[in-house]
């Protein structure tokens, strides 16, 4: 008898976007006239940069020739990529970042979910609330979690956001083991300065922790004084590793690609207390149960770091940082209090009713789809977040849409 791994049995029956994804389908169903406008999973809606696409064509026109083709990649990550990812994106910012610490994948997602794997089942998990469900899951699929109740998982430690901490917790009182940072956060907007950020790696140095810091929407930050990295804060190498993606930065979404880094100096430790390097840990990993991210991906990748590249990327997030400007101005107009929308693509509204409650009000009344904060946990209740991927006149309409539902209730 093949028996199940029941740790599944203790999620909830499906995957936030997913269980949205189904509701906005009934609905459509319903109402084929109506329009939608979707504000809800932070989904990229404008074209690759040009100098990207250039790039694709032209690695996949070296695939259709012989001479030129190529098989299985490196499985970290052609070098080409990984050393303009070092030099560009860490190196040139003051981080000690070096290519062959790099890993290139094919998502956040994926890397987020997965890095969990290196460590010890009985290892003591602190995750923020509210939280990006991905890291929270895949620790209760590996056992991490006792029961869910009360909208908790028991044994979870959690890092409480509120209006009052302005969505940015400080280190626990209660020992925990790996920690979850996302910042610009998902999904409050909140952003991290940098004497909030020591902290926390101080405090992960003091306790042998590991903190995953999940930085896919640094690309957002327009204000020089908030670090892009947690490896702009000294002693982070040892107690931070670090995930980024091309996907919000550069429209890759569809495309797929991102990347994880592992500092070398970065340990953690077997139940003897001998010191590991992570790196030998993911790398074995990757190369054990990935196979890379396609050649034509990565070159269309690398080119985001030519200087075309640079201002083209650069342009798409400010199309989407103006969007989140409107929003955030309507919202407020509306009477509603936000949060976040600043360096950000998310505006996290105080919607007045339950979170559940107000996404189905915007989609019934006004066809305009958000995601619902209880989604992110329970700290998330009564609170909703609006992503700023979309047109810019689709995001105008849906303002006026929302404006005009709200006045009819
Ligand atoms: C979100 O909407 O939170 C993100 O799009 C999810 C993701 O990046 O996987």
């Given at each position: 008898?093949?028996?199940?791994?029941?740790?599944?049995?203790?999620?909830?029956?499906?995957?936030?976007?997913?269980?949205?994804?189904?509701?906005?389908?009934?609905?459509?169903?319903?109402h084929?006239d109506?329009?939608?406008?979707?504000?809800?999973?932070?989904?990229?809606?404008?074209?690759?940069?040009?100098?990207?696409?250039?790039?694709?064509?032209?690695?996949?026109?070296?695939?259709?020739?012989?001479?030129?083709?190529?098989?299985?990649?490196?499985?970290?990550?052609?070098?080409?990529?990984?050393?303009?990812?070092?030099?560009?994106?860490?190196?040139?910012?003051?981080a000690?970042?070096?290519?062959?610490?790099?890993?290139?994948?094919?998502?956040s997602?994926?890397?987020?979910?997965?890095?969990?794997?290196?460590?010890?089942?009985?290892?003591?998990?602190?995750?923020?609330?509210?939280?990006?469900?991905?890291?929270?899951?895949?620790?209760?699929?590996?056992?991490?979690?006792?029961?869910?109740?009360?909208?908790?998982?028991?044994?979870?430690?959690?890092?409480?956001?509120?209006?009052e901490?302005?969505?940015?917790?400080?280190?626990?009182?209660?020992?925990?083991?790996?920690?979850?940072?996302?910042?610009?956060?998902?999904p409050?907007g909140?952003?991290?300065?940098?004497?909030?950020?020591?902290?926390?790696?101080?405090?992960?140095?003091?306790?042998?922790?590991?903190?995953?810091?999940?930085?896919?929407?640094?690309?957002?930050?327009r204000?020089?004084?908030l670090?892009?990295?947690?490896?702009?804060?000294?002693?982070?190498?040892?107690?931070a590793?670090?995930?980024?993606?091309?996907?919000?930065?550069?429209?890759?979404?569809?495309?797929?690609?991102?990347?994880t880094?592992?500092?070398k100096?970065?340990?953690?430790?077997?139940?003897a207390?001998?010191?590991?390097?992570?790196?030998?840990?993911?790398?074995?990993?990757q190369?054990?149960?990935?196979?890379?991210?396609?050649?034509?991906?990565?070159?269309?990748?690398?080119?985001?770091y030519t200087?075309?590249?640079?201002?083209?990327?650069?342009?798409?997030?400010?199309?989407?940082?103006?969007?989140?400007?409107?929003?955030?101005?309507?919202?407020?107009?509306l009477?509603?209090?936000?949060?976040?929308?600043?360096?950000?693509?998310y505006i996290?509204?105080?919607?007045?009713?339950p979170?559940?409650?107000?996404?189905?009000?915007?989609?019934?009344?006004?066809?305009?789809?958000?995601?619902?904060?209880?989604?992110?946990?329970?700290?998330?209740?009564g609170?909703?977040?609006?992503?700023?991927?979309?047109?810019?006149?689709?995001?105008?309409?849906?303002?006026?849409?929302?404006?005009?539902?709200?006045?009819?209730?």
């Amino acid at each position: 008898m093949i028996r199940i791994n029941e740790d599944y049995l203790k999620l909830k029956a499906s995957y936030l976007f997913s269980d949205i994804a189904g509701r906005i389908k009934a609905f459509q169903q319903a109402h084929p006239d109506r329009t939608i406008i979707r504000l809800g999973i932070g989904d990229v809606t404008r074209a690759l940069p040009p100098v990207c696409v250039a790039a694709f064509h032209q690695a996949v026109d070296e695939m259709s020739r012989d001479a030129t083709f190529r098989g299985y990649g490196p499985e970290q990550g052609y070098e080409f990529l990984r050393q303009a990812i070092a030099a560009e994106d860490f190196q040139r910012r003051g981080a000690d970042i070096q290519a062959d610490e790099i890993f290139v994948s094919d998502g956040s997602k994926c890397d987020t979910g997965n890095f969990q794997e290196l460590f010890a089942r009985d290892a003591r998990i602190a995750i923020p609330d509210p939280v990006y469900p991905v890291y929270l899951d895949t620790n209760v699929m590996a056992g991490r979690s006792g029961a869910f109740v009360d909208g908790r998982y028991e044994g979870i430690v959690y890092l409480e956001g509120s209006r009052e901490n302005g969505f940015v917790a400080d280190p626990p009182d209660l020992p925990a083991d790996l920690v979850y940072l996302c910042f610009p956060n998902n999904p409050t907007g909140a952003t991290i300065d940098r004497q909030r950020l020591a902290a926390w790696v101080d405090w992960a140095r003091d306790q042998k922790a590991l903190i995953l810091f999940d930085a896919a929407y640094e690309a957002f930050i327009r204000d020089d004084s908030l670090p892009r990295s947690i490896f702009e804060i000294p002693g982070a190498r040892e107690v931070a590793v670090e995930f980024r993606s091309f996907s919000k930065t550069a429209g890759f979404t569809g495309t797929r690609c991102a990347y994880t880094v592992v500092p070398k100096d970065c340990k953690a430790y077997t139940a003897a207390g001998e010191k590991v390097p992570v790196h030998r840990l993911w790398s074995r990993r990757q190369s054990t149960k990935f196979n890379g991210v396609s050649y034509p991906v990565q070159r269309a990748a690398a080119a985001v770091y030519t200087p075309e590249g640079r201002q083209q990327a650069k342009a798409l997030v400010d199309g989407y940082l103006a969007n989140a400007d409107m929003i955030r101005d309507a919202m407020q107009a509306l009477g509603f209090t936000c949060f976040g929308g600043r360096h950000s693509p998310y505006i996290w509204v105080e919607c007045r009713r339950p979170s559940w409650e107000f996404f189905d009000l915007l989609l019934d009344r006004a066809g305009v789809v958000c995601t619902p904060g209880a989604g992110f946990g329970r700290c998330g209740e009564g609170y909703a977040r609006i992503s700023a991927f979309n047109s810019k006149e689709n995001v105008q309409a849906a303002m006026t849409r929302i404006r005009e539902a709200l006045e009819e209730t």
